[in-house]
């Protein structure tokens, strides 16, 4: 995390290094970019950074408590199919590239770097029209389309898997928190399992559907709890914020050996605590359960673009994960599956040395070296 007074002083610096740094809306955004300005700040004491983020997202609550100052634009939203939104499309983002460029002219800006996301698409526009050069940092195996746009002016591309189709990217990770970048899950499992109120010594099952939670995925692991319990398995179920479980007197469900909570600061407890994790195929979680050699279960979204699919590609053709539909995911199939899994030290060993021999545990440092780069050329 920055140092707030640190990020003040280097304000009022003439000549610091300005960095303006475009993503928000989910975790998946804005974890890179936190990860991305820390390294620039410990590579490049006295950066100036910038985000740019919206009203609406999470990085309201996320880049200010890094300690950076965050700046927001309108929303605007690139829609894949004709609508009203489409049509509406010219004047919000026009009004949405002014106001990137009026931040990038108050900041003086040395250089953008975006990592995608509805917000980063004025913002490149705006750097291309002020001539400042912009650095891209890809984390899906299939580009969105404000990266795609992006990568057309970048001055360089980064990714985070192989096979983009951007142009002249470079392979460089996922960059991530130090805390997960550095973890070590045996050294750390006690005490995590300790501060998230599970037992130290019981096999441990952790699902998560990200921020957001995933509807299908906490109906299945609800129903599978007296399969996990009579197992000797204790649960930790993050259900996403506004999702809890609730039982059939419309109290919150509680059970022995099973803890839902809606969401856990601090990620490298979850990833120090669990023996096994059931999740998503989010960027960030394949990177971050390869980077620390956790076993996982991984469930691609059902819709969209088959990014998720594509995520998990690597790592589960190296043995470090299971990929599973997510129709699948049943309480049959947890419990013919996930719990003798869980059960399975010998085969858990071996998941986790494949996952920690996919992992990438220096990207935000690959990225800070690229960002740095660039900004001395264009000086």
């Not at 009004?95 to 108050?106: E, K, L, N, S």
């Not at 004025?122 to 899906?140: F, G, K, Q, S, T």
């Not at 013919?336 to 858990?348: I, K, N």
């Amino acid at each position: 995390m920055a140092d707030p007074a640190a990020s003040e002083a280097s304000a009022a610096q003439p000549g610091a290094l300005s960095v303006v740094l475009a993503g928000g809306g989910t975790a998946g955004h804005i974890s890179p970019l936190l990860a991305i300005a820390g390294a620039v700040v410990a590579q490049r004491p006295g950066t100036r950074i910038t985000a740019v983020g919206t009203e609406a997202g999470m990085e309201t609550r996320l880049v200010p408590a890094a300690g950076f100052d965050l700046r927001t634009i309108d929303r605007v939203p690139l829609p894949r199919r004709p609508s009203v939104d489409l049509l509406k499309l010219p004047v919000r983002l026009v009004r949405a590239v002014r106001q990137a460029r009026a931040i990038i002219v108050d900041t003086g800006a040395d250089v953008v770097v975006g990592v995608g996301g509805y917000v980063s698409t004025p913002v490149y526009l705006a750097a291309w029209i002020r001539r400042v050069p912009v650095v891209i940092h890809e984390a899906n195996a299939r580009p969105g389309i404000a990266n795609r746009v992006g990568a057309r002016i970048a001055a360089r591309v980064a990714v985070a898997f192989e096979g983009t189709g951007l142009t002249d990217a470079v392979l460089v990770g996922m960059p991530m928190r130090r805390s997960i970048a550095d973890l070590d899950r045996s050294a750390d499992s006690s005490g995590a399992r300790a501060s998230l109120g599970l037992d130290p010594d019981r096999p441990t099952l952790i699902v998560t559907g990200g921020s957001s939670g995933a509807a299908s995925l906490n109906r299945a692991i609800a129903a599978s709890v007296p399969d996990l319990i009579a197992a000797g398995i204790q649960v930790l179920h993050i259900t996403g914020r506004g999702k809890r479980i609730d039982g059939d007197d419309g109290a919150r469900f509680t059970a022995a050996g099973y803890h839902q909570v809606e969401f856990v600061d601090g990620m490298e407890r979850v990833y120090a605590a669990a023996d096994l994790l059931v999740a998503r195929a989010g960027a960030a979680t394949v990177s971050e359960v390869s980077a620390v050699g956790l076993p996982s279960v991984l469930v691609p979204l059902p819709h969209g673009n088959g990014e998720q699919r594509l995520n998990a590609a690597s790592l589960v053709a190296a043995g470090g994960a299971l990929l599973v539909e997510d129709a699948a995911v049943t309480p049959s199939w947890i419990r013919e599956s996930v719990v003798p899994l869980v059960a399975d030290a010998e085969r858990l060993g071996a998941m986790s040395k494949a996952a920690y021999s996919q992992g990438v545990r220096d990207a935000d440092r690959r990225m800070a070296e690229l960002v740095l780069t660039v900004a001395g050329e264009s000086r």
